[in-house]
């Protein structure tokens, strides 16, 4: 089954302690990105990679890092996490033949920073 | 730059009667135009895009979008509510200006749907 895998799904943490999201996807896809979901902003890119080693800044990229070492892996790295990244984080990917590919979208993560 | 503007937040609609959702986009040549459903929990799943082939684009569990240059509108239309259409609809563009194809997506409209 096509799928793009996010984990954990839920985490309460506290300020500064450093946390990895892992996403995965089994779709051989080039492109995946990072969104965060904040109510009433709808979902925000944060960064995005279109392929291997080639990873680039979305629209909110401040307090996050990533890595793409792997085509089917995106983790999304917060070196110190502060109250204001506490969000619901997509995962998503797509293959890069044509511009109206669609994305797929992993089931989420919410993260609390407390 | 494009944009997306959904025009509701928040809709309500019996269960049985018609549904519309309505979205305006901003962009500088042909866009590629996508409506997303989000149901509680879950992630986004694709209900419809628009490829440029055809103006009424039908999608899955019945909804369909017209797109409308001279309008700039892409509205998601469905004759029936069921109550399992309770979720929330995004409508995304697509930017081709740079990074390969980032979606921009409206702030969502919430579709409740009464018994």
């Known amino acids: 089954e096509a799928q793009v895998t996010q984990n954990p799904r839920y985490l309460i943490t506290v300020t500064g302690k450093k946390l990895t999201v892992t996403c995965s996807q089994n779709m051989n896809h080039e492109y995946m990105s990072w969104y965060r979901q904040d109510p009433g902003l709808g979902l925000r890119q944060i960064y995005y990679?279109?392929?291997?080693?080639?990873?680039d800044k979305g629209d909110v990229p401040e307090g996050y890092k990533v890595s793409r070492k792997e085509k089917r892996n995106f983790p999304l790295i917060l070196e110190s996490p502060s109250p204001n990244q506490t969000s619901l984080y997509f995962c998503a990917s797509r293959g890069l033949r044509g511009d109206n590919q669609p994305q797929h979208f992993g089931d989420g993560t919410r993260l609390s920073i407390l | 730059a494009q944009s997306v503007t959904q025009l509701d937040s928040h809709v309500s609609v019996s269960e049985g009667t018609p549904v519309l959702l309505r979205c305006n986009y901003s962009s500088s040549y042909s866009p590629s135009l996508f409506w997303y459903v989000q149901h509680p929990n879950k992630g986004l799943q694709l209900l419809l895009k628009y490829t440029s082939a055809a103006t009424l684009v039908k999608g899955i569990n019945g909804f369909e979008a017209e797109f409308k240059k001279s309008e700039t509108s892409f509205h998601l239309t469905k004759p029936s509510a069921h109550m399992s259409d309770a979720a929330e609809y995004f409508c995304v563009v697509s930017d081709r200006d740079n990074q390969g194809g980032k979606l921009i997506f409206g702030q969502g409209t919430e579709l409740s749907v009464k018994p």
């Open positions: 990679s279109m392929n291997v080693e080639v990873t």
